[in-house]
DNA sequence: CTGTTAGCGCTTTCAG
DNA sequence: CTGAAAGCGCTAACAG
């Protein structure tokens, strides 16, 4: 192996300098930097992660834990996610790996922190009172969440801004007139928020829970032709089931956006192009907001954090796409 | 940050004792193992990664690095080989973490080599005369290939053994009488192999190229209930299309296995699951070759390497599961 | 069974 | 603008 101080001899300088040239830390003059750069192509140097670690006194690496990596279909979104991740960090001039999660999350948890091989921690496709917030928490490990989970403290997060978006289509559509506005919805209840917005527009939400398949959304173009008169728009939660609306709401007697106008909340833009513009979406830069995230665990793991954990919420470029129409149904 | 020197302070004993405690790489009387175990709880001690790493010699960490992570939606196969080599490499006292790869592999891979994080590397989901072989083999970096691709010179790689299992399929049919064969495949040229095998066996074979979907399935049910009376048996290198065989075989009046006995070659023990016995499998130790692998690459980066690149073929358990029946069509 | 000690390769003062 | 030298935390001889 070939390390530091062969370069530094073969360059007739001293180490550190060899050091200063790779890490742009002083500066150095021309004729030097020319040299070391020459003897460092020539005999092949690498630099060793470990003893930079070591000596940088904290380890330039971020792990991401990302659950459900192997099952989840929808990893698209996870992939600009990482992506987005890996650059930011990238850009401050660490790494980031991804730490194999499988069954067991906690146990894999605790041996990442018994390796500390990393200087931090991002946390990803976290589930309800998620345990390892509590761990990273406990072993005061720098960790950022992508995404939010309720634990009884604060902690560091980046997130959708939810509350906003949901604001602008609802306002969307009460500005073209939609007073009746249909939810497709898991369950009966939604988050509470959305009912506050609604009832400060003066929008009124009519819920249909549905599974999120595509027969869910034909189900519900079905009931919304027979039940719900008044409904003269949807905001949906459920990407399938609206690719579902979409593809059976002309046999229920329903044009869209005409009769119905419709904007998918939690789309990939993927999806969404198949059926623009008779789908809206609220545009969101996941890449963006995973960039930001990367950079917050390096401010994090370089100790720059302020007493009170951070908390992104990001509303990104939020711009809808796709068409909508004036309400004129009931 | 607290250190070994803490540790052994707290327990009053030298520092190497701490590590021999730690390691377990020499006797260490019961009283003092307590001792040490006792301060280390107390104090939180962490072992660091980074140093461990410096003064092994080298990295203990293992990176993957896997193409198409977030593009290919058979991820559960992908699953189960990640957590293979994970528990793999950790029997041996190693780590292992995935690379993010994304779009520019080749960059990925040299942006991998420049940090020199890890002490070897394990490629997945190669591609055709991959070019990160060829960069990791000039840069003589420990690494493992886990499936095979073709590249001029010799590596060490683990895979399946498709000679082996295309045999055994072979073999099992001609034994119940079966001449006529035909073989479900991507497209009209077979595998070299298949061929020689056949042919050694006195079995005839009728390529049916078809798409890999359920659809593509039935549309073959279709074509050899009409065009192939001679077939008495199927060999199929598709896993989805297998499935709509199966599926619309009754309805083209094709019972399984009496008309058409089927055996399906690159199933998911998932897939396979739910269309068994009529679909037969030759079941493979996806797990189990993994582990193997990811026992290769520490053995590659510890050294231990012969002058010859280590070469698996995975037979593993094979054995025909499912149920198949004497030829009796024509 | 335990302690002492010399590095591993790099970063970063402190002196020129 | 450049060098010398002191560690970072740990491992693995070597010496009891």
Redesign the interface.
């Known amino acids: 192996m070939t390390t530091r101080a062969d370069v530094a001899k073969l360059a007739g300088v001293s180490e550190s300098t060899v050091s200063y040239v790779l890490s742009g830390k002083r500066p150095i003059s021309e004729e030097t930097r020319k040299r070391v750069h020459a003897a460092i192509g020539k005999s092949g140097y ?9 000596a940088g006194g904290t ?1 330039r ?1 971020v ?2 834990m990302i659950s459900n ?3 989840d ?1 929808g ?2 979104l ?2 600009t996610l ?2 987005g991740v ?1 650059d930011g960090v990238n850009e401050l001039g660490f ?6 999660v ?1 069954e067991d999350e906690d146990s894999d948890t605790e ?1 990442l ?5 990393s200087g931090g921690v991002i946390l990803m496709n976290v589930s309800n009172n998620d345990q390892r917030v509590h761990l990273l928490h406990r072993e005061k490990v720098p960790f950022v969440v992508l995404g939010r989970t309720d634990v009884g403290f604060k902690y560091n997060f980046v997130d959708r801004n939810f509350e906003e978006r949901d604001k602008i289509a609802l306002q969307e559509l009460k500005n073209l007139g939609h007073i009746d506005v249909g939810v497709m919805n898991y369950e009966e209840k939604v988050r509470p928020h959305l009912r506050k917005i609604a009832k400060s527009l003066g929008v009124k939400l009519h819920i249909i829970p549905t599974i999120n398949t595509v027969e869910g959304g034909a189900e519900v173009a079905r009931i919304i032709a027979k039940n719900f008169p008044e409904v003269s728009a949807i905001i949906s939660m459920l990407d399938l089931a609206t690719l579902g609306f979409v593809e059976s709401a002309s046999s229920c007697g329903i044009s869209i956006p005409e009769q119905i106008s419709i904007i998918g909340l939690n789309m990939l833009e993927t999806q969404a192009e198949s059926v623009r513009p008779q789908v809206t979406t609220v545009a969101f830069e996941a890449y963006e907001m995973a960039k930001s995230c990367g950079k917050l665990v390096v401010e994090a793991i370089s100790g720059d954090k302020s007493d009170q954990p951070r908390e992104e919420l990001w509303t990104g470029d939020l711009v809808l796409r796709g068409t909508l129409a004036q309400a004129r149904r009931k």
Chains 1, 2 share one sequence.
């Open positions: 690498k630099s060793n992660y470990a003893a930079a670690a070591l380890p690496l792990t991401m990596l192997f099952n279909p990893s698209r996870i992939g990482v992506q890996v790494h980031s790996v991804i730490w194999p499988t041996l922190l018994k390796t500390n091989i």
